[in-house]
């Protein structure tokens, strides 16, 4: 019975099941919060040695998002996302070629055709592609919003303008920030955010002079003005 006995016991140390599963409470913006002011929740569990699972609710249970990480700390994204309205309609899905280093965006109409697609560089976060479709499942037309001047103009922009963050400049930090904002149907830019960071002291300074931007010109799909969003990288580096 000894070899049997040691067996069993090596099953149960590599298993791993619902018993760890962590649950978390957020308020409207995200932000961690007591489950009585709580709009979302997340149940997070490991599934494997490589692969930890997140699914998100709406605080009555409905499903908001699924999604798989290969970290414990839920950073580093594989495999499919996939994001739900209150009332159960897929609404986009994501899914990151960790491989080949792109993540694959696709938005629905509620009939279930495809609205758009994008592609993202996971490391940049910079747009590699783009196509968008009619209701009916037609190709739209498209252009892409541009800083006036073009990439180049803009990052000197941003270049002339950053004020490299003391605490950053005194702790000898360098790093890059990614930042995404949306271009509104005007050009202006609005909802800046860092996706990923080297380095939290940097944050504050890319927002900052992202949101300064003058505005770019706006996309155009089918003949009509749209807001986008949009990625970029900002690199941080002492002289």
Do not use: C
Not at 74 to 95: C, M, P, T
Not at 130 to 151: Q, V
Not at 211 to 216: A, L, Q, T, V
Request: overall charge neutral; proline content about 3%.
């Amino acid at each position: 019975m000894k070899p049997l006995f040691f067996l069993l016991f090596i099953f149960s140390f590599k298993s791993f099941s619902q018993t760890d599963t962590t649950r978390l409470y957020f308020d409207e913006n995200w932000a961690e919060t007591t489950k009585n002011d709580a709009k979302y929740y997340s149940i997070r569990y490991q599934v494997n040695d490589s692969l930890w699972q997140m699914n998100d609710h709406f605080i009555d249970g409905r499903v908001q998002m699924t999604g798989t990480y290969m970290d414990s700390g839920y950073e580093n994204e594989i495999g499919e996302f996939r994001y739900y309205s209150e009332d159960g309609f897929l609404e986009s899905s994501k899914h990151y070629y960790t491989k080949e280093k792109f993540v694959q965006e696709i938005h629905y109409y509620r009939n279930g055709q495809v609205d758009a697609i994008h592609e993202y560089n996971i490391e940049t976060g910079r747009l590699i592609f783009s196509k968008y479709f009619k209701e009916n499942g037609d190709e739209s037309s498209f252009i892409e919003p541009a800083f006036k001047g073009g990439i180049r103009e803009m990052y000197s922009f941003i270049s002339n303008r950053t004020r490299y963050p003391k605490a950053a400049r005194k702790r000898n930090i360098e790093g890059q920030v990614f930042v995404k904002f949306v271009i509104e149907k005007d050009g202006s830019i609005g909802d800046v955010s860092i996706t990923k960071s080297e380095n939290v002291l940097l944050n504050e300074e890319a927002k900052r002079v992202v949101s300064i931007m003058p505005k770019w010109i706006p996309g155009n799909r089918d003949g009509n003005l749209i807001r986008l969003y949009y990625r970029i990288p900002i690199v941080f580096q002492l002289q």
